[in-house]
């Protein structure tokens, strides 16, 4: 079987290294985050010179270990005892939710100068946002997530119109990448819901209403990229005869999503007044894969895919990503147009538009309308689905395609 690559990732890792803080990766589920830190981090270190009896790790799902989930002072005494001498060691603890009061003994462990902690968990107690408060402000989340586009193409070969493809149809999920067929792929994601998340979510917050839960990420997955909050959710329920249901409830019910990382909510932002709008507001899928599994595979409806591929290729190349509004004004009336997303990090913004074709001039004016009319000179783009040689509009907009967009790191500064 063929490695895949983290490299952005354990670059990541190894920049934290000796800053005082638990590294916790975080992510949804089976995206990796174990074999992050090992082989990836283990194998780092070793090449550095590390000794690898200073490498001291701990699988707290083997059964070896079991001993420890209800007894935090024997697992605090146990790793203590793998510390060899007063020279670094490097703590990889795997599935530390399992211990109880494991917050408890990560802050011990935290008081010792000699010891750089890295933990990982994979329930959806610990794959809360909120997880530095886990450790009292002293843990340094790192969100994993699944495969990049460009992660994904390391260990696919042949005609790249069809890698594209199969990444919008069965996502990057590592564990699929390697599946011998579309059916098992298909088994297989539509088991991680079935299996995995939906009994961690119920589990953690003791969820009676399984059957909303199940709806809402199908209504989620239809939806991709479309304006939306929890009044309109309820109004489509109530639509559908379901009753003794709140608004409170479903926006719960979408923050548990959020909280596990299955679906990610992008706010909208007024680029003229500079201001975030509450609600409405849109929700992406964390995985593609996992998306079209929700439906059975029946949608597949390119701009979706296309917009929600865009929208984790910016989150993964760092970027704090909205949906941008620009108001413009037309014969005295005032017309809302939108600009797909807006990126940014520091000082650097870009504007992005997703775009399955540009035809003729009338579509590539109507696509680049909102984008002239930002008021300020940031880069603007437009991907479209199409293999093209990249090129300017007249306003200077570069127009670019999807598989060059997603292939290469420094697109955005084309």
């Known amino acids: ?45 070793l090449r550095e010179g590390v000794p690898e ?23 605090d005494k146990y790793v203590r005892e793998q510390i060899k001498d007063g020279n670094r060691h490097y703590v990889i603890l795997d599935e530390i939710q399992l211990v109880d009061g494991f917050s408890w003994v990560l802050n011990g462990l935290l008081y010792e100068r000699n010891l750089d902690i890295y933990v990982t968990g994979s329930n959806s107690k610990f794959l809360s946002n909120d997880i530095s408060t886990e450790f009292r402000g002293r843990g340094d989340p790192i969100q994993l997530g699944p495969l990049s586009f460009s992660e ?22 590592p564990p699929v990448v390697f599946q011998s067929d579309d059916a098992a792929k298909a088994s297989y994601l539509s088991e991680l819901f079935s299996e995995t998340y939906f009994k961690d979510i119920i589990a953690r917050h003791s969820l009676e209403r399984t059957d909303i839960l199940d709806s809402l990420v199908s209504m989620l997955a239809s939806a991709v990229g479309s304006l939306t909050n929890p009044t309109k959710l309820y109004d489509t329920f109530r639509s559908k005869g379901v009753k003794e249901l709140s608004i409170n409830t479903l926006d719960s019910y979408l923050e548990y999503l959020e909280d596990a990382f299955i679906v990610k909510k992008a706010m909208r932002y007024d680029v003229k007044g500079k201001k975030y709008i509450g609600t409405p507001y849109k929700f992406y899928f964390s995985d593609l894969g996992l998306r079209n599994a929700r439906l059975n595979f029946r949608q597949q409806e390119e701009t979706h895919l296309m917009e929600n591929a865009i929208y984790n290729e910016l989150l993964y ?24 997303f807006v990126c940014n990090a520091g000082s650097k913004r870009y504007y992005v538009q ?18 002239n009319n930002t008021g300020d000179n940031f880069r603007k783009m437009i991907v479209v689905k199409d293999h093209i040689k990249p090129w300017h509009t007249e306003d200077g907009i570069l127009v670019v395609g999807l598989f060059d967009f997603l292939s290469s790191p420094d697109s955005l500064d084309w």
């Open 1 to 45: 079987m063929d490695e895949i690559k983290r490299d952005k990732y354990l670059r990541r890792l190894l920049s934290k290294r000796g800053n005082g803080l638990v590294k916790v990766v975080t992510g949804i589920r089976r995206c990796g985050k174990s074999y992050l830190l090992d082989p990836i981090f283990k194998d780092a270190l």
């Open 53 to 75: 009896d200073h490498i001291v790790k701990v699988e707290l799902d083997r059964i070896s270990n079991k001993r420890f989930h209800d007894n935090p002072e024997a697992f």
């Open 152 to 173: 994904f193409s390391q260990v696919k070969s042949g005609d790249r119109a069809e890698c594209l493809n199969e990444y919008l149809t069965y996502g990057g999920m």
């Open 317 to 340: 190349r760092g970027y704090n990503v909205d949906v941008g509004l620009v108001e413009l004004r037309e014969r005295n009336k005032r017309i809302q147009t939108e600009i797909d």
């Open 354 to 371: 997703s775009a399955l074709y540009l035809p003729d001039a009338e579509k590539t004016l109507q696509e680049s309308r909102p984008l």
